[in-house]
């Protein structure tokens, strides 16, 4: 999707980084890296990463959880602020990405915070809440992986979150394709019913944020 807030003219997203953006040289490097690879869409905001470092700071955090990957810059921006004892699951099908990823939390010194698990991410959060029995026991949750599997991924972490656990879905708005009024592909029409599903579901509070590609927050009730 997009590396920077929707609607932001270059001059703007410059200026707002500018700024805003405080962001480590670790991470820094990595999303500089990552902006060369193939599939560099795919990697979040630095924005969004730091809107999310502040959540997490505010919440007190402590065990978080991650569907989806990549190359790690998400994954780091949220090991950085987390306390020593804080602990990410993070939950990704690619060893090809996430080599990188690994590279960069060595570097950084939070690898021991990231327990990085290679399975397809369906089989590993019916795992965590059936062998595991992890059910409301992480602060939070973000959610940016293959978009057809985005509800069966909410609900496992809706079950995976404690009350007044945070869950952030990227990527809700789908280029703004969401809101066009015939959805012909798949995976957009995916995300609108679940953005439409989660409007109405009274087991959470929701906010949808135009932040980088649309960022839907549901805070577990």
């Known amino acids: 999707m997009s590396n920077k807030s929707i609607g932001l003219s270059d001059d703007l997203q410059e200026y707002l980084l500018d700024v805003s953006l405080r962001e480590s040289d670790v991470m820094r490097r990595l999303r ?21 470092q502040l959540l997490l700071q505010l919440m007190d955090a402590r065990r978080t959880i991650e569907v989806g990957v990549f190359t790690g810059y998400s994954a780091l921006a949220v090991a950085e602020v987390l306390p020593e004892d804080g602990r990410i699951t993070a939950l990704d099908i690619s060893e090809e990405y996430t080599a990188v990823a690994r590279r ?4 950084a010194g ?3 915070k990231i327990d990085l698990r290679i399975a397809p991410a369906q089989e590993s959060l019916a ?13 939070f949750a ?11 991924y909410y609900e496992h972490c809706l079950r995976l979150v404690r009350p ?33 599903a989660i409007h109405s579901d009274d087991r959470v509070d929701i906010s949808m944020l135009p932040l980088a590609d649309g960022v839907t927050l549901a805070r577990k009730r």
């Open 32 to 52: 500089v890296e990552t902006m060369s690879h193939p599939q560099a869409d795919m990697q979040i905001a630095p924005e969004q990463a730091q809107f999310f």
């Open 104 to 107: 960069y939390w060595e570097e």
């Open 110 to 112: 939070v690898a021991d």
């Open 127 to 139: 795992h965590l809440l059936e062998t595991e029995n992890l059910a409301a026991s992480y602060d």
């Open 142 to 152: 973000f959610i940016d992986a293959d978009k057809s599997n985005y509800p069966i």
């Open 164 to 196: 007044g656990g945070l869950i952030a879905l990227d990527n809700t708005f789908r280029d703004g394709r969401v809101a066009q009024p015939d959805i012909e592909e798949e995976s957009v029409q995916v995300v609108h019913d679940l953005n439409k």
